[in-house]
């Protein structure tokens, strides 16, 4: 089969879109499809009546996914996203791929570095020496070992790196409930941190040699005239770069100059990981997407990413807990910056179940709010000519009781279930009404007057593959 048999991306008359077989679509996902959230305390004995006794592994207290039990749920799944118009597993699907109907995309993260926001990797082990010769090796054959099951797969809509990657930081902070760190991490813009990035810190502190401090003394020494005068910014006595290059102790000042080095070295940093990751995976893979992080788009991107996201991204991957009219400003200048099409990866509207202290959704007043918050938001968003996607958080809520192991932050899973399976029935009559109409939302700008006979043939063409 030729390559137009596998997902591409594509620029018509103005507007991006996602296709497959010469045929445009939009992609409509959900993340969190996870039968572990069946399995908490308060619903497990409903699940297991509900689905079969071998739906749990008792060892393991996780789903056997390998039950008769697991496949009657997983049916129930592609029914309801049948019905409801979906047809994208997102980036957080805990299924095997193997299964998902060929009717439906999915997305394959390869995750290269454990740099995410919420990591709780040691400094050493996130903020590695990236420019080491030995991480091409190391990361060539992750990436063979995961892309040898799905090169060949024509329903995959691409590969994702790391999850909100830690690409701006912020020193912690104190005082902060539960809640509200979550909170300030998924809803609110985080003001950046007045310090170097930990990444920086570390290859600072390397020795002389390392290959790490020696980008860190290239940036110096483009930024400075002389080593004497880097030396005296960082308050340091030296007379040559080599003396520099020695230092292990570095004043983490806050001025333009040290904010510039900062912002030098995380571009060349940002080249190193996705000019390597890009390169790797379409060394093995060269017929799919790559999708890049999801980045957080509820902080502000920083710009020393733009030139590598331009060069190594098929596709734009955004997390962004927000409305249009918080997105559509800055979702604009991005794609003036990068020039490539959006997926909006991960993000919902919801409100606060009486069983949840928090939820990850836009937060409404009352569930009757979220349908209507979901329609008005995807036909907004799908008037924008670069975005080919929404990826929706959530198929089942969890509520206060849930600890799921792989995600943090399972007790405020939003959805448009509860857990004991039962759908918020006004809310998909809404989301299924706008997802009947994506095609045709984003499609609309297209014709002008005159262009009735086309635009007749055009829309009719098949929206989703099921």
Known sequence: MSTNSYVQVREENGKWWFTKDKECFIS?????????????????????????????????GTCNVHSLGFRNWFEEVITDLQEWKFNTFGIHTEVPYSIIPSNFYFVVPIRLLPIEEYSKEEKHEKWIDIFSKDIEGIWEQKVKEKVESYRDSYNLLGYSLVDIPEWEHEKEGNGRTRAERISKMLHGSIATSSTFHPWVQQLQKGKGGNTGKLKWIEV?????????????VY????????ELANKENWASLSNQKTERDNALMMEMIAERYYECAYRLIKKHDPRHLVLGDKLNGNKPIPSYLFSSLRKYVDVLCVQWYGTFEEQSKNLNEIYKRIGKPVLLGDSSFACIQPQQYHSKGVLMSAQKDVGPAYYQYLKQLLSLPYVVGWHHCGYVEGWVGQHLAIDPFSAIQCGFKNPFGVPHIDTVKWVTSANSQVFSWHASSYFQKGEQIWEHMFLYKIQYRM
């Not at 969190?32 to 069946?38: F, G, Q, R």
């Not at 308050?235 to 080599?242: G, K, L």
């Open 220 to 232: 110096l020494k483009k930024n400075y005239s002389s080593p004497k005068e880097a030396a005296e």
């Open 235 to 242: 308050q340091h006595a030296a007379t040559n770069w080599e």
């Open 28 to 60: 409509m996902g959900i993340n969190h499809v996870d039968p572990n959230l069946m399995l908490a305390s308060y619903n497990k004995k409903n699940s297991l009546k509900k689905y079969g006794a071998d739906f749990c592994d008792e060892g393991s």
